[in-house]
């Protein structure tokens, strides 16, 4: 499936940024070339999460059970342009699958772990997806029923495939079908008679903005292999080097890296699942990493304690990306000092909005830690080449006029080819996404800053979301099902400071007739009756006797925000 208009398809092949090679390409080249260079590692606990034992891969391995994938999904009738809904931990299984859908034009939709009936049953509506591919358990959670109930309801049926002991009836064990799967000639003769271009539809990843539900990014082919440089130019990676990934594999962060510039560099992945630092520390020292990513709360952490680092060869891990939350300089003027490591800062999203504070473009720590470079301007020529192919304009929401001068604050948005389409069957979203000129809008709020007026500074953002961990939550999303509990009024979600996570989630709410009503009640009510993603769950409950809104009725968010950052900064 093609959603790029055929005008910018034309437009970027003719620039020579997009092309006819397609990840898949990409991926039988290194397998040919590097046959036993390790491709993908699992992390060493993978037991405590799944009832898989870990595995390592080579490319020669990993593309013999890719074609074993791809001649099981032909036998259960999934094939071009469907979709498949992927909800799997960091591991080996999602480079199979992955590439088993790229080879044969199937679509893929990842979600996160997290997800549960409530997020899924909208993705499997919206997307019309006809299989979905999942363990039978991750950590304690049953996902392989959780999709077996799903099916039952899901019109046209859904075909649920999955790895792990006990499955549920009509279940596809994929040990069992990948290791029954045989002649790949059905395979090649499939995708001969099926061609899958570069501009084809490889992934729908899911982002939470101000409504109510998580939409769709359609991203091609050549819309994933144009994010790379970002990453390989920015951290100045090379050829067969070794990543570590401790992000979620459903998203511009975890796949632009992990996945796009995996391909164009014939690199390793080792993955990392689900977060734990003494885990995470001990791949660093025994995996010979030469990048990863961290948030910057970690990197703090780890800064401000030189033990944990001992041990690891930073002759190789000579740079470590990160952002989602604002640097400090003090760290990253001390990873370079102490360490020789440099920290590259990233903005982004993903319907491709990136900046990369690279250490080449933005040398100074100091402006590094705050500043990104001013990409799409004419007037300067940065080392990452996405910045050079992307456009910006900063627009004063107010007026709509364009800001050329510093210090003053507007939105951000942008166009080229990193940046999508339009949301997957969602054509009033699209048309509320981008500006009369056909800009992005981002919702983030910029302004502009440096000596000659070359970077942009991150302020805030416009959106109403809650960023967990890296993850965006919908203030409106959590709202609306909050306010279907009996006790609840009237409520308002905003985010609270954490040192670790940057943000947890905090609801305020009046209730009726001034009942009691707990955290613990509210987010059992959550769990059980609607069934939302664990990272979505209120931390803390801020009692009010009403909202407090402007003239016009709307809630100040501003006032709850500060509020609660004072409670909880007196708690500490």
Known sequence: MIVVPQEKIDLYTARGWWGTRTLYDGFAA?????????????????????????????????????????????????????????????????????????????????????????????????????????????????????????????????????????????????????ARAGDAAPVGAYCAA?????????????????????????????????????????????????????????????????FAAWIELGATVVQHHPFDLEVFLGQLREEAIDYTVAAPAILNQLLQRPALLEGIDFRRLASIGSGAAPLSEWMVRGFGEKYGVQIVNYFGSNEGASLTGAPRDVPDPAARAQYFP??????????????????????DLATGADIEEPGRVGELRFAGPTIFSGYFNAPELTARAFDDQGFYRTGDLFEIAGPQNQYYRHVGRSKDLVIRGGM?????????????????????????????????????????????????????????????????????????????RNPVGKILKRVLRESVARHVEEIR
């Not at 899924?120 to 509506?125: R, S």
């Not at 082919?221 to 070794?242: D, K, M, S, T, Y």
């Not at 020529?381 to 627009?395: F, H, K």
């Not at 613990?520 to 009510?525: D, G, H, I, P, R």
């Open 30 to 178: 290194n397998a040919a070339a590097h046959p036993d260079r390790e491709a993908v590692v699992d992390a060493p606990n993978r037991r405590q999460f799944s009832d898989q034992a870990p595995r390592r891969l080579t490319y020669g391995a990993l593309a013999a059970e890719v074609e074993r994938m791809a001649a099981v999904l032909l036998a259960h009738g999934i094939g071009k342009d469907d979709v498949v809904v992927v909800q799997l931990p960091n591991g080996v299984e999602q480079f199979v699958v992955y590439l088993a859908c790229a080879r044969l034009g199937v679509m893929v939709s990842p979600v996160p772990v997290q997800y549960r009936e409530h997020e899924l049953g909208h993705v499997l509506g919206i997307t019309r997806a006809k299989a979905a591919v999942t363990l039978a358990r991750i950590g304690r959670h049953a996902h392989a029923a959780m999709f077996a109930a799903l099916a039952a309801r899901h019109p046209g049926g859904l075909a649920v495939l999955a790895w792990g002991d006990a499955l549920p009836p009509a279940t596809v064990d994929l040990a069992d079908a990948l």
């Open 194 to 258: 099926h061609p899958v271009s570069a501009n084809d539809v490889f992934t729908v990843c899911w982002t939470s903005g101000t409504e109510a539900q998580p939409k769709g990014v359609p991203r091609s082919h050549n819309e994933w292999r144009i994010v790379a440089p970002a990453i390989i130019e920015g951290a100045g990676l090379q050829p067969g080097c070794r990543l570590l990934n401790p992000f979620p594999f459903v998203n511009m962060a975890g796949l632009s890296t992990n």
């Open 374 to 395: 001013r990409a799409g301007r004419p007037e300067f020529d940065w080392s990452v080449s996405t910045a050079r192919r992307i456009r910006t304009r900063l627009v």
């Open 472 to 548: 965006n939550i919908s203030s409106e999303e959590v709202e609306n099902l909050v306010l279907a509990h009996p006790k609840v009024r009237e409520a308002a979600v905003v985010g609270y400071p954490d040192p670790i996570l940057g943000e947890r989630v905090c609801v305020c709410v009046a209730t009726v007739d001034g009942a009691d009503l707990s955290l613990e009640e509210l987010t059992a009510f959550l769990r059980a009756e609607k069934r939302i993603a664990a990272y979505k769950l209120p931390e803390r409950i801020e009692r009010v006797d009403a909202l407090p």
